[in-house]
């Protein structure tokens, strides 16, 4: 049940984040109904105001996203998979030079301890690194902030990148009318059952890829055609953009400083080595560049999944490589850690 002080934050939310997408749209910015939000919502936490979204809209954003990414895929589109194997390697290896040249940094560059430097350098997983860190003996506060920055960085950056450089597809992926409100509907009933099942099998974003899944399936079995109507993709971005900003609700700038300057160093390191190795993934696999770009990219899988569907970009590709990427994090991560780092704090 939401209290009265919990509906009025997220009233507030709405609105500021609302007005972000508004002008992010005016002003020309790119997936402005993701990244206005996200920047309106970060500066009104940072001013102080006590922003929040509910446990169970959240939830209804990642089916919708979920949703939205199985619309474009196709019988070709699992032919072009063939060409996919090289890329997973990648991946994998990536985000193990991404860990430790973030960490070292952490550790060496800003004097962190070793357990806080390896949870702060994850790159992905917010979550679950988060969770890990109430766990462990580690600042739970500078992880946060640090692990906040990096989405928030990679959520405003990667969009900026991809129009800069002209990767935006000349023609978006779908073309199709959206599907009718009869069709939505059994399809968002029919995700949120395949999430609940994920849920229970433990899977990362359960959610998201329980709408993948179902989508999917009616897709390219042609029981169905079309997208999720703009009328329900656009207020969705909306209110994932907001959910990222509200990670810094009441957060202080002057106490955490030193945290939010050694997220914003990690998140630039993150994102240059990752770029680079997208390039040359882009040129030995032929997947083109802007796809690559956001699938190496460590943001948050649900962002990056809904970047993807605005940016025109391949989304199978995307969210198979984001899903591998945390997958892999959950087993990598408390491997890395060390025993120590697993005793709770006293």
Not at 166 to 182: H, K, R
Not at 201 to 214: E, I, K, Q, T
Not at 232 to 251: C, E, M, N, V, W
Request: hydrophobic share 55%; with cysteine; glycine share 8%.
């Amino acid at each position: 049940m939401i209290t009265k002080p919990d509906l009025y934050s997220f009233i507030l939310t709405i609105i500021i984040g609302s007005i972000g997408a508004f002008i992010a749209f005016v002003i020309g910015l790119p997936a402005p109904f993701l990244c206005g939000p996200a920047l309106a919502v970060t500066l009104a936490g940072l001013a102080g105001f006590k922003l929040s979204i509910p446990p169970l809209l959240r939830n209804a954003t990642f089916v919708v996203v979920g949703i939205s990414m199985g619309t474009s895929v196709t019988p070709q589109v699992i032919d072009a998979a063939r060409a996919w194997p090289l890329s997973f390697l990648a991946v994998l290896v990536t985000v193990v030079i991404l860990l430790y040249v973030a960490f070292w940094i952490l550790r060496y560059g800003f004097g962190y301890d070793r357990t806080t430097a390896m949870l702060g350098a994850s790159p992905g997983h917010l979550s679950y690194i988060i969770s890990l860190t109430a766990e462990t003996k580690s600042d739970l506060a500078t992880v946060s902030v640090i692990q906040s920055v990096r989405v928030l960085a990679l959520t405003l950056a990667v969009p900026l990148l991809v129009e800069y450089f002209d990767l935006i597809s000349i023609e978006p992926i779908i073309l199709s009318p959206p599907m009718s409100p009869v069709v939505l509907g059994m399809t968002i009933l029919a995700s949120l059952a395949v999430g609940w099942i994920f849920m229970r099998w433990r899977f990362p974003a359960a959610l998201l890829l329980g709408g993948v899944a179902v989508s999917i399936g009616i897709h390219i079995t042609g029981l169905t055609s079309g997208g999720v109507p703009s009328w329900l993709s656009q207020p969705t971005y909306i209110i994932l953009g907001s959910l990222i900003g509200t990670r810094f609700s009441r957060a202080s700038l002057r106490d955490m400083q030193k945290a939010f300057v050694a997220g914003g160093v990690v998140t630039i390191a993150v994102m240059v080595l990752s770029s680079v190795v997208a390039i040359l993934v882009s040129r030995l696999t032929g997947v083109p560049l802007n796809a690559v770009m956001i699938a190496f990219a460590p943001g948050g899988l649900e962002t990056m999944a809904a970047m993807a569907v605005m940016m025109h970009a391949d989304t199978a590709y995307v969210g198979s490589h984001h899903v591998l990427r945390l997958l892999f994090l959950s087993v990598l991560m408390p491997s890395v850690m060390g025993k120590d780092a697993r005793k709770k704090q006293d």
